[in-house]
């Protein structure tokens, strides 16, 4: 593909640091490295979001939080609750993790509730809000089923993987997952993408969005790849 210019790729890009280790000293290059490059946004935890603003305050990127990440196993109102703590701390998006367990009982009432109550407050605030399906732990109905559900509440995007379930994002997801939602929500591809490659297989499934902390190694790699084609 490597028609994407470097600008174009780089604010498609999610500069990730969710380790539970992360210290303020990560969150300081985190966040220096996202304005250097341009990226779209710093994905972190919940708690450093009000640290990583004040670094990001006067740029545009955007800060998000990670909400009842990675498991998605608290109920609606502890979610709706640090969705509105993380955006009171500055947070300019949220991507919080359904419950997976409420998806594969057939609970569909369940994720559709869940999903108008943390839309609506993202809404309020002009917040981007994505959810992450968490896929392989899915069927493709299952896929499917969530995404009409997106598809009828309108999130702004939906998300393939936290990056700590037992695998990433694939391709054919992000297809699935497009085809589905259509024009009226974007897919965000995260989890396993490392690689030029990998990040140009979900663009063109579909994803508008990529989630990964290799986001300096494949711009690096699309420089080098720019260079080869123009000697």
């Known amino acids: 593909m490597t028609k994407i210019d470097a600008k174009s790729l780089a604010g498609m890009i999610d500069h990730t640091n969710l380790k539970p280790y992360a210290t303020e000293d990560d969150f300081r290059k985190l966040c220096s490295e996202a304005r250097e490059y341009g990226f779209a946004m710093v994905a972190i935890n919940e708690s450093p979001v009000a640290f990583c603003k004040s670094l990001l305050r006067d740029t545009p990127v955007h800060v ?5 990440f990675p498991l998605g196993q608290t109920d609606i109102k502890s979610k709706v609750s640090e969705t509105e703590a993380a955006i009171e701390a500055g947070a300019d998006e949220i991507d919080y993790v359904l419950n997976i367990g409420k998806l594969k009982e057939g609970n569909d009432d369940y994720i559709r509730e869940e999903m108008q109550n943390i839309v609506s407050v993202c809404r309020k605030h002009h917040v981007i809000c994505k959810v992450i399906f968490e896929n392989c732990y899915l069927t493709k109905d299952e896929i499917r089923r969530a995404a009409k559900i997106a598809r009828e509440v309108r999130p702004d995007f939906i998300k393939t993987s936290t990056g700590f379930g037992s695998g990433g994002a ?10 589905t939602v259509g024009e009226e929500v974007k897919v965000k591809a995260a989890g396993g993408i490392r690689t030029l490659q990998q990040a140009e297989a979900m663009i063109e499934a579909g994803a508008e969005r990529i989630g990964t902390s290799s986001g300096i190694a494949i711009l690096r790699e699309l420089a080098a790849a720019k260079s080869g084609v123009e000697s």
């Open 64 to 68: 998000g939080a990670a909400i009842s």
């Open 170 to 179: 694939l391709a054919e997801d992000v297809r699935l997952m497009k085809e």
